[in-house]
């Protein structure tokens, strides 16, 4: 049975939510592109990782520092070849205990339902703010 894109997408967003890696590189193809729009200066994890294994490395080390308290996804708008979905997320940092509670907006790109890029935008000031609160990476 193949998956639409929502179901997919919505399939990566519970895995991402249970921080399960493994299940979240089932979703993804090798080429996968995944940026951040937070520069390394910010957070040395920030801007693009090309390829699977690279986007996936960066968000276990994401994980490893922050614990999603809460992760839920407005409506997934679907386009032909891109999807965007708004995100309201909370998560603590596991070192300082701090809480950074924001909205971000994810915008996929899809190649025949399936997802080969992601950007995500973030509230840049908010991020920076929270980030000279909490020890650095």
């Known amino acids: 049975m193949t998956l639409s894109a929502q179901a997919l997408l919505t399939?990566?967003?519970d895995a991402w939510r249970a921080q399960d890696l493994d299940l979240l590189a089932t979703y993804l193809p090798d080429d996968f592109s995944h940026f951040m729009?937070?520069?390394p200066e910010m957070h040395p994890l920030g801007w693009v990782r090309h390829g699977k294994?690279?986007?996936l490395e960066r968000l276990g080390k994401l994980f490893e520092q922050f614990e999603n308290e809460h992760l839920e996804t407005g409506p997934i708008v679907l386009n032909t070849n891109s999807a965007t979905v708004e995100v309201q997320k909370r998560c603590r940092h596991r070192v300082s205990g701090e809480v950074l509670d924001m909205t971000k907006t994810d915008l996929w790109t899809l190649e025949d339902g399936w997802p080969v890029k992601l950007f995500e935008h973030y509230d840049?000031?908010?991020?920076?703010a929270f980030m000279q609160s909490v020890p650095n990476p």
Do not use: E, G, T
């Open 124 to 128: 840049l000031d908010r991020f920076r």
């Open 37 to 39: 729009n937070i520069p």
């Open 53 to 55: 294994a690279a986007a």
């Open 11 to 13: 399939d990566i967003y």
